[in-house]
């Protein structure tokens, strides 16, 4: 995630959406004082080697820390901060009324269907559970859902939700909102991960079952970006 000051603008990073790569290409643009979330460390190598701003600011000062935050200090033994899928509910917990009004908040959301193939490999799905029926009955896909991150009681609270499947799209919007002139661009390598296996069309590799069951658990995103089977 990214609150840039600078160019303010808030990107709240959903789950399998090119989100890395999303980040690496922002973080280009990001100034001194603006907060940048960290990355895993081959991916923050990556973002250091194209010369972009690394994780920077994104613990929370002491001063700040409640009583609650104080609790969590002493059990988990680190400081806290933001984080990579930091919900907006979150974020605004943590910044002014005044910003968060402002400033432009984004993030990207895609198709669930093909969204769970894409995780299904990334988890090593295949080799760990042996199918994919398996591996949404094991609760693997449930932690999938982005859809709390960018809404608060079920209402989205950001100014813009673009779509996985119009990427190339998205980033010339973003370029415009930002006036960054086309500066805003994804880095020339995607972020690694295992490699989905099956190239084919979701609708070619999911049976009915399991189409069923990510239908219900997905009911949200599919019910409000009209997406279908």
Known sequence: MIISHKHKFIFIKTIKTA??????A?????GP?????????????????????????????????????????LYYQ????????TPAVEIMERISPDIWDEYYKFCFE??????????????????????????????EASGLSSFELYTIDCIPVVDSIYKFE???????DINDKLNQNGEIKL?????????????RHYSKILN?????????????????FDYEY
């Open 19 to 24: 989100g890395t790569s999303i980040e690496i």
């Open 26 to 30: 922002l973080s280009k643009i990001c």
């Open 33 to 73: 004082d603006d907060i940048v979330g960290p990355l895993s460390p081959e991916d923050e190598k990556y973002r250091n080697e194209l010369g972009y701003t690394g994780e920077q600011n994104y613990k929370f000062p002491f001063s700040t820390y409640t009583k609650k935050d104080i609790l969590k200090l």
């Open 78 to 85: 680190h400081r806290l901060g933001f984080y990579q899928h």
């Open 110 to 139: 895609r198709n669930p269907f093909d969204k769970f193939i894409s995780w299904y490999y990334w988890e090593k799905g295949d080799i760990n559970y042996g199918n994919m029926l398996d591996f949404i009955k094991a609760g």
């Open 166 to 172: 119009n990427l190339n799209r998205a980033i010339n």
């Open 187 to 199: 880095p020339p390598k995607k972020a690694k991960g295992n490699i989905r296996k099956d190239k």
């Open 208 to 224: 009915e079952s399991e189409a069923e069951w990510i239908s219900k658990i997905f009911a949200r995103e599919l019910a409000y």
